[in-house]
């Protein structure tokens, strides 16, 4: 007897798009960076971000001028959710690695807005449009009902080629200075220090500005430390000092401090590289060593480059991935562990020689593996290498702060007040807990001393 063998059918929900959009990428911003690395593996040379207000209305249009798309590549690209075009294809047309991978970073822009219209063409004769309402594709029972119009358009007179994606009535939109500073300053470390021409543009307004990329933090910053990961994955570190800062006792080394790390060994680390800088942090005591004006480093933070793309969220201002500041306070002041905002500097990372560095799914960071780990242990050792050096240049410091003297004359003070008063049990209270406060506002001002 013959059994009759039962197969079903695997089907997506068209939920899919509401979770791997709006609810996979929270933050605009980031948001607005998978959009932008689209644009960048597209082969733009430029990307406009235009923030559009007329009649009461609002859009957010992200215009570049990369290759576009033909009908096919909609239809297996935008239209396909996790293609694993870039996967196959891991450079562009013109030589890019690819930022992406997943096939899913397009979908973020439905974090922005629920309605988006695709302007796109490959050539100039064969621009097309099409358009995405969330809301319809959430009520589509399968997502294999949804049918979206593919419609020729005409091109705009500035490009030959490119896409436009256009966010209509966006949930989200910087109305302060301060979001508009903040937006510019996050998008504008997308692109990394080094690498070829990719521009990109801010249109707010009556202003239309040109972020500038990540360039050598080295002027005027009283350490510099370069460390690299060779061919064999092992780690070499190197701290120099700017002689012309420098007024404390020791000696700076021409040719620096060098280390090459034979005992440890990065295998997921080839051909890596890190270069950041340490400055003073307002008027410390670390300042005694250095003659700086640039007391505050203006982007803080160690940040991560794939390919001369940002690796977000590493250096964000919330971000310490590095657990520097933890570190700092762990070791204490004398350690000369540098504090958070006074490192700047980025780590380079390929995909080509660091593969499994991979990108978590929903775009937050690399996934925490045996990789991860390897580059926080190098990173870390830079920085404890720096500690090293400075204990070396920034010797503690003997001399005490005016307020720590201050409050040893009020101690003493007490003391002859202690003998000039009756001796009462109430005078002797009053008079301890006058000397236990001073005594401790001088030991918590010499601590402060060495920080």
Partial sequence: MKHKQNSAKLTVHPGIFDVLGRRLVSDAVRALAELIKNSYDADATEVRIRFVEQ???????????????????????????????????????????????????RLAAFSLADRIAINTGAAPSTWLTFSLDATKIAQAKQIDEIRIPIRRTGRPQDRQTGTDIILSHPRWWPDSDE????????????????????????????????LEPEEALTKGAPYVIAA???????????????SSLYRGPAKIRRGGWNRRDTSRSFRHLANIRLTATWRPRGRRADNDYWQTSEIFASTPGIRVYRDDIRVMPYGEESNDWLNIEARYVGRGALSRMPRRNQVSGWVTISRKSNPRLMDTTNRDGLIRNEAFDQLVEFCQLALDFLAEVRRGLEPRSKAKRKGTSEV????????????????????????????????SAANDMELLALY
Wanted: charged share 20%; net charge neutral.
């Fill in 55 to 105: 009649n009461g209305s609002r859009q957010i249009i992200v215009q570049d001028d990369g290759q576009g798309m033909t009908r096919s590549s909609i239809m297996s690209g935008w239209l396909q959710v996790g293609t694993p075009n870039k996967r196959q294809q891991a450079i562009s047309r013109n030589g890019r690695a690819m930022t992406g991978s997943m096939g899913i970073g």
């Fill in 179 to 210: 979001e508009i500073q903040s937006l510019k300053t996050r998008l504008a470390a997308i692109k990394g220090p080094a690498g070829e021409t990719f521009k990109i543009f801010i249109e707010h307004g009556e202003s239309a500005e040109e």
């Fill in 228 to 242: 690299t990961v060779d061919a064999d994955g092992i780690p070499s570190y190197s701290v120099s000092a700017t």
């Fill in 408 to 439: 040893r004359k009020g101690l003493v003070a007490v003391d002859e007040l202690r003998k000039q008063l009756p001796s009462t049990e109430a005078t002797s209270q009053q008079l301890n807990l006058l000397e236990d406060i001073l005594q």
